[in-house]
């Protein structure tokens, strides 16, 4: 149901709302997550914020769900296309490498966090669940091509999946060892699905 922001002739929905404090904590992060820029951002009265959110945290929490979903999203219309599991994580292992290593006076001045490093500090379990799901289908998927090993607990799998590739933004490129985003799309791909094969 649209939300008047007390007759100054805007109107907002919860779901334009959750979208404006994705927003914002894109720019500021957590720590600087402010609902008065909520309001400002969403062109409606701080009022018509706390009507809608109760608090500041329930706010910062729809907001991260909003990103962790966006982030999800964003990865799997790359991934998708790629015919084989090996394509799929290496085309995410690419992705992430490309952004791990984008210079950080690109970033919006305000930031001090990438959104995948604030996704894992204040989300971090409800996105790994969510992405191992996503990637625990790609799993089983790749089981009926005999791709991997038709053993493997898909959801197990999914896990191992997230949690390398959510390496990569997290350890320092130096320490990754990767000389571009080609070399980790290879490596990754192949690192990950030589340890899914079946035991000879």
Known sequence: MPIANGGAGTVATPHSLVQSAAACLRRNGVRG???SEVAATAGVSRG?????????QTAIDAGLDHLCTGFIDGLAAAVRPRETLRGQIGEAAALIYDHASTPRDLAPTLRTDSIIATLLEHYGD???RTWATFWSVLVTEAQHRGEVDPGLDPMHAGDWIVRVL???????????GFRNADDAR??????LVDGLTPRR
């Open 33 to 35: 997550f402010r609902l």
């Open 48 to 56: 018509t914020v706390y009507n809608t959110f109760g608090n500041k």
């Open 126 to 128: 409800q996105l790994c």
């Open 166 to 176: 959510l390496s990569l933004e997290i350890l320092p490129l130096s320490v990754a």
């Open 186 to 191: 290879t490596r990754v791909g192949d690192l």
